[in-house]
């Protein structure tokens, strides 16, 4: 049973580019979050989806957007690059969003230059 | 003050030993508190969760939660070298939504 994948592993882009980010749940999870880690802090919350639907947003600049699919697979959008985007992007899944199990995938590790 | 503080580490046991890491959040109304563990250059991955106050365990792992003081731990019985790894602690925001704010981690090394 696949468990959260995300793509691509590893990405450069320069500064002022667009990136998107990709993320497939768990089979049978509605529900999609979005996080972003730098090194030497913990994850930081950029997004919940649920059911195509927003639920909740973390602290960033509007240059941060994400939509869920049908499918419930999600991306993660991010315009006009800044040095400091330069992060470990991380897609978390669960069945609904409100309960304790939520899943990681591998994460994307993307680097501005 | 941050919402959830860890001490960063690195906390260094021997091999055997039992670890302790600890955790304080600052919003009271938090209702659900929970442990990841997290390998260099891998993803968090969830190893414990605790929602009342006392202990839980689950093999050599026990989570302890004490709302009052506002602060959960984690203790790591029979150390092993392949337990090293960054620990994160996550705490939910009262209001029902599972968004959880994460610390910055501790890092422990077991040594052989």
């Known amino acids: 049973d696949a468990g959260v994948t995300q793509s691509p592993t590893h990405l450069i882009k320069t500064r002022g580019q667009q990136v998107t980010l990709r993320c497939s749940p768990i089979s049978g999870h509605k529900s999609v979050s979005w996080y972003q880690q730098v090194l030497g802090q913990g994850p930081q919350f950029i997004f919940q989806?649920?059911?195509?639907?927003?639920?909740g947003r973390g602290n960033f600049p509007d240059r941060f957007s994400a939509r869920q699919f049908p499918n419930y697979s999600s991306e993660l959008n991010v315009n006009a690059l800044l040095l400091g985007d330069s992060a470990l992007y991380l897609c978390?899944?669960?069945?609904?969003?409100?309960?304790?199990?939520?899943?990681f995938g591998q994460g994307t590790r993307l680097t501005v230059v | 003050q941050k919402e959830v503080e860890q001490n960063s580490g690195p906390l260094s046991v021997p091999e055997g030993a039992i670890a302790s890491l600890n955790c304080t959040y600052s919003?009271?109304?938090?209702?659900?508190f929970f442990w990841y563990r997290q390998y260099s250059g891998k993803s968090p991955e969830l190893i414990m969760s605790?929602?009342?106050?006392g202990d839980k365990e689950d093999g050599r792992f026990t989570a302890q939660l004490n709302k009052a003081s506002q602060y959960v731990s984690l203790l790591i019985r029979d150390s092993q070298p392949s337990d090293s790894a960054t620990y994160l602690c996550a705490v939910t925001r009262s209001g029902g939504s599972y968004i959880p704010t994460f610390g910055r981690g501790t890092s422990l090394i077991v040594h052989p």
């Open positions: 989806y649920y059911e195509k639907e927003e639920r």
């Open positions: 919003d009271r109304g938090s209702q659900s």
């Open positions: 978390a899944s669960s069945l609904t969003g409100k309960d304790t199990e939520a899943f």
């Open positions: 605790i929602y009342s106050n």
